[in-house]
């Protein structure tokens, strides 16, 4: 019986702890600490160099996430200069952070693809870009955990230039109370079978 009114005890004051405030995210823009970097492989291009090319979709939005939410935005802008030919290319990427305080997301990736057109614009342009590790976990300094998700992408259109899309989400954490409700739980644990090893004592020494 004690042990349910302590764990009792413990969920009541767990439910009605208020709610974890919104966390804030600001992408950090200082090309040191963000950027995308595009490594050319030779091509079998004619009547150009189908280069791929890549700069930052600036200005990153600022935004604030509940546990469990999520946030996608373009990170990057993809363009492939003219030519018709088969090509493809490493990449590196990092996303930095001012908010909330934490580590980078960084990762490697490769692309390939195929551009139509010539000298003519749009041309069409085929292919996929896939990153090394494209989903990570990062902790901040405040605890919070959240994840970044660099998106991969494969099809073809008309136009050579292509978004990179990144998601952000709020991951949950134990609450400090979600955190009171296990260590009583434990303690009411150990406190009840040291009860009944000391009452199964008792009868057999009674016997």
């Known amino acids: 019986m004690k042990f349910l009114a302590a764990v009792a ?5 767990a439910v009605a702890a208020p709610a974890a405030a919104a966390t804030t995210f600001q992408l950090d823009t200082d090309p040191s600490n963000t950027f995308v970097i595009v490594t050319s492989n030779p091509a079998s291009c004619i009547f ?6 890549a700069t930052l979709a600036t200005p990153f939005p600022a935004f604030s996430l509940n546990v469990g939410e999520s946030r996608t935005f373009d990170f990057a802008r993809l363009t492939v200069s003219s030519g018709f030919g088969v090509a493809s290319a490493t990449l590196d990427a990092q996303i930095g952070f001012v908010l909330p305080a934490a580590g980078p997301a960084s990762t ?4 390939s693809y195929v ?3 010539g000298l003519f614009t749009p041309g069409v342009l085929g292919g996929s870009l896939t990153w090394d590790t494209p989903t990570q976990q990062i902790t901040a300094a405040n605890g919070h ?10 099809g073809a259109q008309f136009g ?3 978004a990179v899309p990144v998601t952000i989400t709020l ?16 303690g009411a644990i150990g406190g009840a ?7 199964g004592d008792r009868a057999i020494a009674a016997a």
């Open 145 to 154: 955990r959240f994840t970044v998700s660099f998106g991969n992408l494969s």
């Open 193 to 199: 079978a040291r009860a009944a090893r000391r009452s």
């Open 48 to 53: 150009g160099s189908c280069a791929l090319g």
């Open 9 to 13: 005890t413990a969920a009541a004051v």
């Open 115 to 117: 551009r139509a057109g």
């Open 108 to 111: 490697g990736g490769s692309a």
């Open 160 to 162: 050579s230039n292509v």
């Open 171 to 186: 991951d949950a954490v134990p609450e400090p109370a979600a955190w009171a409700l296990m260590i009583v739980g434990f």
